[in-house]
DNA sequence: CAATTTGTGGCAACCGGTTGACAAGGCGTC
DNA sequence: GACGCCTTGTCAACCGGTTGCCACAAATTG
């Protein structure tokens, strides 16, 4: 403190002049006007951001910096002349809350962080957008990481995420149930796509869609249907399976399971040969990528979709219509998973933490259903 | 201060016990262990974060606050041993950096905003990943918003954004030029498909693309295109139709351009009977969901591709390929768009703002490719 | 061996908003 | 009119990391 304390020493704000900080009492609350002419120098420079701070605020309505704080975001904590007076003053600075500023002392982002297994994956987008949508809604900010379909890869981003957001969506996880509990622990989670024993997880139920599924096929004359299931390690091909079991049971048809090398285009051409050799007249595959990848392949090979085998898709992912003929499948509404994740999320947040402290997290079921297209549809009798 | 004024009064926080802060000289720099063993008492409590501070690392390591934070982040002031020595202790607490706490006297956020019209548009899944991955291992956050197409809400998110972020991605933007500009005065901004006047751009070169498919059109016995164009105001529209124009009069085609009501499959769609009306015999669309409606109204309407028309699309979006027959299309690398961007605000974030202050900023141009498929091809002669 | 340069670490102010404690003022009541 | 309660605003500490300035020590030089 050798007389020159008050100059600016951050090298990425000008070193114009002394900061403006509130000084204790106010010497003239009346009259604001008065340094109020020479206070605009002080703005706009190399980064030029014109962000008023509380202090601006508080000197233009001539009160005390923690009362506007508290009119801000303690409502009734201040009179109402009080609030307006700030409210103006906020609004004519065109103020906005320096979210860093807040999240050091109270430790809340108003940030979701949302993993994803992959990107460029269909069955996110709308994931993506039912979450970004809702946060948005909200006034929080949604950041996305993917984690390239490697438990490793999207752990790691978790943890990152963990010191940034007030909670995580993580869609389809690849990581194990105790690392989702773990970070469970840590802040709120939501999981999309599979159900985690003491987490929050918005799972759709697919079994009303899959029964309208098979019933249509029994409906149209097929006895012997096949799934050709997802990665082993995935959650919902087990239950896909199970559904299809149940429903198949229920209308007294045959069900065989098939297994895929991977859950993609490729891998449903790879599959083909396993569906003609099971003598199944319907095929129930683990998503749209498998069915559409199936149905080239077979079309390739000069099978008649769906004169001759009938082809059902799970997800309804965008591009599902676009084949010849458009595809058959049991549509999960996976906007409003995301956007049921992130209001789950905003509910745990904002809830008193006390309550509810002992019961089960809540799990959110959303409805399946069928989206009858051409891939599917009246066997024709052989010849 | 009347005698309590250590104890904890964050609400958010444990008020367990007085903050272990640096508190001036080390008393006992050789005993770290005295007090280590009642040390992890404080941590892990209702939000249980375990993140230790510099102030921890310093009392471990023996040293000053100041000098762990240079250690830290200035590679070079403090002396090897020391630089050994904290990063030790901040290895052993597992440290990580409260991002907030840097960002507040910084300004430095780590983080960069990218805003695209509409998520669950295809064309933007890749350079979205494009952006992420390129952001991510350059330890940078991606923030994603959506403007809904409209350009009041992307300039109200761009607007947002600005507080929070280092740099800002603007795929496709629909706002106009003057509020980009304005918007990159404050912060770099890079904006992608399309260009502006002193703004970094990234936009695919249209031309090898167009001219490739021309040619080929052009080959297969076709003599008149037309090009169905997007929106108005899509700057990309309109190099497109440029592109087509030139390759035309350079094969000595004829080239006719058709409006289109929204660049959507729907559109495609309605601009079947423009098309048939137009007598073209080969159709280049602003882009692939046009090419998709198209062909699937073509195709309803008994018009065989491409034996009797010729589609091509632009983008090779995903799901190009999942028609009957497969998209034609001219490629625009949007991965590369999207990582290309993010390289390029690293790089204005990094780069000496003195040096370049003058020249004009960097424009990257990527390469565009025919992607030839079955939609497009011979003409065979009529009848 | 003294004088100067260079290197290294410490001190303290500061980013901007939040909040527990407290005090001053307004009000109703007995 | 005195008392206590409630409302409203002020004070100051604090979140965790950054950095200008300075002091002290080591290294270099004359």
Redesign the interface.
């Given at each position: 403190m050798k007389g020159a304390e008050c100059e600016r020493w951050?090298g990425?704000?000008p070193a114009v002049c002394c900061r403006a900080h509130y000084d204790g009492a106010v010497t003239e609350p009346k009259t604001p006007d008065a340094d109020a002419t020479k206070a605009p120098a002080k703005k706009h420079a190399?980064?030029?951001?014109p962000?008023a701070t509380i202090y601006d605020i508080a000197k233009v309505a001539g009160v005390n910096p923690s009362t506007v704080s508290r009119a801000l975001s303690k409502p009734g904590r201040v009179s109402a002349k009080t609030q307006k007076l700030i409210e103006d003053a906020a609004a004519e600075l065109n103020y906005?809350v320096?979210?860093?500023?807040r999240?050091?002392?109270?430790?809340?982002?108003s940030?979701f962080g949302l993993i994803v297994a992959d990107?460029?994956n269909?069955t996110f987008?709308?994931i993506?957008?039912g979450a970004?949508?809702t946060a948005?809604a909200r006034d929080y900010?949604?950041?996305?990481?993917?984690s390239a379909e490697s438990a490793a890869t999207e752990l790691t981003?978790a943890r990152?995420m963990?010191?940034?957001v007030d909670g995580l969506i993580l869609a389809s996880p690849r990581m194990d149930d105790d690392n989702i509990r773990a970070l469970a622990?840590?802040?709120p989670v939501v999981v999309i796509n599979r159900e985690v024993d003491g987490v929050p997880c918005v799972v759709p139920d697919v079994n009303k869609g899959i029964s309208e599924a098979v019933r249509s096929l029994a409906a149209n004359g097929h006895h012997k249907v096949a799934f050709v299931a997802g990665p082993p390690q995935s959650w919902m091909s087990a239950r896909r399976w199970e559904g299809v079991q149940a429903a198949c049971e229920w209308s007294r048809l045959d069900a065989v399971r098939l297994e895929s090398s991977k859950p993609t285009v490729d891998g449903g051409r790879q599959v083909a040969r396993d569906v003609r050799a099971s003598g199944a007249t319907a095929v129930l595959t683990y998503n749209d990528l498998l069915a559409?990848g199936l149905m080239q392949e077979l079309?390739a090979a000069g099978v008649v979709v769906p004169d001759q085998i009938s082809i059902v898709g799970f997800d309804d992912i965008?591009?599902a219509d676009?084949?010849?003929p458009p595809l058959t499948t049991v549509r999960s509404p996976l906007g409003e998973c995301g956007s049921g994740a992130a209001a789950l999320l905003l509910d745990l947040l904002h809830s008193d933490?006390q309550r509810g402290a002992g019961e089960p997290p809540a799990t959110l079921r959303v409805e399946t259903e069928l989206v009858l297209r051409g891939s599917s549809g009246r066997l024709l009798p052989p010849g």
């Open positions: 951050f990425n704000r190399r980064d030029g951001r962000n906005q320096n979210p860093f500023a999240a050091l002392p109270t430790g809340r982002t940030t990107i460029t269909p987008f709308d993506i957008r970004e949508t948005t900010t949604l950041v996305l990481a993917e981003a990152r963990m010191a940034t622990r840590d802040k559409i079309q965008f591009g676009f084949t010849t933490p």
